[in-house]
């Protein structure tokens, strides 16, 4: 079946850039979208469309696309950035899948 | 404003059956489709399947094809999710949300606890 494929951690200083890859063979045909979980919550929309921001989403968070790559930055990171990060896409029929996701550590 | 609220946790018997629901705000039904999620103890998001509310149209991917099933009432603004022959792996937190094409899943239900266990 059609996996994507995240990095389990990433560490980052306050203040400095955080890059989340995810990696997907289908991704140059399908649309990308990023998902943050804090504990106990459910996933928040933070990126669609590959590097649209919903309406409430601060800017320092962006999407982009390369190929079959897609990653997640966040400029400036802030400690309440610190969580769990999930990128989704869907496969060649179209059945939406989730990345394995990524904890982002600030230090 | 716009909710989708679910029902309570569940406790069930290996084997058994479970129902959860999703009640959506009526303008949710009318524009968008409804998703089902669960996560596994400590694991990632794993998608489960979508219904079509105005048209009941549902599918999910193969690995739950025949023990999953998605349907919808639009006269109550409900979507359900019902799960057969449960298993301990089956343990999750189960979320619902709603997605329009091309503009992800932007609005969700604040998960539902079913724990499979003898």
């Known amino acids: 079946s059609y996996e994507l494929k995240q990095p389990p951690s990433v560490s980052v200083s306050p203040g400095q850039t955080a890059r989340i890859t995810c990696s997907g063979d289908?991704?140059?045909?399908?649309?990308s979208y990023w998902y943050q979980q804090k504990p106990g919550q459910a996933p928040k929309l933070m990126i669609y469309q590959d590097s649209a921001r919903p309406s409430g989403i601060p800017e320092r968070f962006s999407g982009s696309s390369s190929g079959t790559t897609v990653t997640l930055t966040i400029t400036g990171v802030q400690a309440e950035d610190e969580a769990d990060y999930y990128c989704q896409s869907a496969d060649t029929s179209y059945t939406y899948v989730f990345g394995s996701g990524t904890k982002v550590t600030v230090l | 404003q716009v909710q989708m609220v679910q029902s309570g946790p569940e406790v069930k018997k290996p084997g058994s059956s479970v129902k959860v629901s999703c009640k959506a705000s009526?303008?949710?039904?009318?524009?968008?489709?409804i998703i089902w999620v669960r996560q596994a103890p400590g694991q990632g998001l794993e998608y489960m399947g979508r219904i079509s509310p105005i048209s009941g149209t549902a599918n999910s991917p193969q690995k739950f094809q025949g023990r999953v099933t998605i349907t919808a009432d639009k006269f109550t603004s409900t979507a359900y999710l019902d799960m057969s022959d449960l298993r301990s792996d089956d343990t999750a937190v189960y979320f619902c949300a709603r997605i329009r094409s091309s503009y992800g899943m932007d609005v969700w239900g604040q998960g539902t606890s079913v724990i499979v266990s003898s």
């Open positions: 289908a991704l140059p045909n399908q649309y």
């Open positions: 009526a303008d949710i039904f009318s524009s968008y489709m």
